[in-house]
């Protein structure tokens, strides 16, 4: 069983990590190569006295076929596999420990951490309800390969405590590393044989935790992913509770993901009450960071709006949505979203007649609004539900 972890102050390149393992012959220390950059590996060649290539191979075997043995690797050498695993080199691509499947194919995993801590990822298949994960419009050509939405933790729990979102209620558990974030992917594209370059796989970093109060991490995994497993940034969506120095850090990125910011109100008054984080970054504060961002042709940053029966979800909320939506000026969508309940999490779902008037007034303000279709709430997947849970919640 792994039980701890500790950083190697500086005898491996960047941050590398030893995982020690109990049962282990001896309390032997282990090296994850998961997670390490092409530098990084590029590094671990250099004290093997291996040319720059190996690490082109190494990287190809980690992030593009996957291979979880280091012995398997038939395009090294193999004195030099026998000498990484003998230095305590091992794959370490995480694996899924639990899998719930939900009637409407949603599937929800726990991938096991280094520590013996879970983390939780979610499948999708088909996108999200007539548009793909990031709420832009589905094609037809869907025959015979996969098209999916990945949900992507960042972190184990939450520290914004949003009043109506079950993840909030573990508190701040600790930060993934960029190995952990992008192990979840891997882990499920090797589960689901996604075939990278013909597939259309997009990932939501939606899942638990807040991606830009883990920034370093996230764009690091971000990184792996477009750099060495080969999902275009554009195919990726980082969701934001709105934490302005993250969005101004993301904003000035060369390779970036789309934005999603999490308004889920209309106003100030309404927002501090359900997203106590708006007393720190006020609605006007985000508007202005997400303003100065470069946008990409085409692109759309979109505003997710969780809508809770009798709080956020009356006409002249939507009113106030498309006014401040106008206001702002930028390519804009808004994700509607059902209130999903959670046990001990004292809110109301919509009546199914109000979330239509909303998505309505929202078209006639002239702002493109969809509404997201619950995915796998059987199977406590669905948005704001992510809580380490087993098949039943506590
Ligand atoms: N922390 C980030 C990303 C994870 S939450 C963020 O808040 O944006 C992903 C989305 O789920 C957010 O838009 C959030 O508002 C929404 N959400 C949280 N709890 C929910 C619930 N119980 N039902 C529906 N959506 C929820
Ligand atoms: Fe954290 Fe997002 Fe849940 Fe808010 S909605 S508590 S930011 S995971």
Redesign the pocket.
């Known amino acids: 069983m792994l039980v701890e972890t500790k950083r190697d102050a500086g005898m491996t390149p960047g941050k590398d990590k030893y995982v020690q393992l109990l049962d282990s012959p001896g309390g032997q220390w282990e090296r994850p190569l998961f997670g390490l950059s092409n530098e990084q590996l590029a590094t671990v060649m250099g004290t093997f006295g291996q040319p720059a290539y190996r690490s082109r191979q190494l990287s190809d075997a980690l992030y593009r076929h996957w291979h979880s043995d280091l012995d398997h690797i038939s395009t090294l050498p193999k004195d030099l596999r026998r000498g990484l695993i003998e230095a305590g080199y091992r794959m370490g691509i995480p694996s899924i420990s639990e899998t719930f499947r939900s009637t409407d194919g949603t599937e929800r995993y726990l991938i096991a951490c280094g520590d013996g801590q879970t983390v939780e990822t979610v499948w999708m298949p088909e996108g999200d309800g007539g548009e793909k994960g990031d709420g832009s419009e589905a094609a037809e050509d869907e025959e015979n390969y996969h098209r999916a939405t990945i949900c992507v933790s960042s972190q184990i729990g ?1 520290a ?1 405590n ?1 009043r ?3 993840t909030a209620r573990l508190g701040l558990q600790r930060n993934l590393t960029s190995g952990e974030i992008a192990g979840q992917v891997v882990s499920v594209l090797k589960r689901h044989q996604v075939r990278v370059d013909r597939d259309r796989i997009n990932l939501v970093f ?2 638990m ?3 830009f109060l883990n920034y370093d991490a996230l764009m690091d995994a971000v990184r792996l992913l477009v750099g060495e497993v080969g999902i275009a940034e554009s195919r990726m969506t980082v ?3 709105g934490i302005v120095p993250g969005i101004e850090r993301f904003a000035a990125e060369a390779v970036r993901p789309k934005l999603a910011i ?1 308004l ?1 109100a209309s106003n100030n008054l309404v927002r501090e009450q359900i997203m106590p984080v708006t007393h720190k970054w006020s609605i006007d504060a985000v508007m202005q960071a997400v303003r100065r961002m470069p946008l990409r042709f085409k692109e759309k940053v979109s505003f ?1 709006y ?1 809508l809770l029966g009798g709080v956020n979800d009356k006409p002249e909320h939507a009113a106030e949505v498309a006014s401040l939506l106008r206001r702002a000026n930028i390519p804009a969508k808004v994700n509607l ?1 059902v ?2 309940p ?1 046990p001990g ?1 004292d809110f109301h779902m919509p009546r199914p007649e109000d979330v239509e008037q909303f998505q309505r007034r929202l078209l006639q303000g002239g702002i493109p609004a969809f509404i997201r279709r619950p995915r796998g709430r059987d199977i406590y997947a ?4 992510l809580k380490r849970t087993g098949s039943t919640v506590s």
Do not use: Y
């Open positions: 939450c914004v949003c109506f979102c079950l939606m899942g935790g807040e991606p969701s934001t509770s999490s889920n997710e969780v979203i209130w999903n959670g999490v669905a948005c704001g539900q």
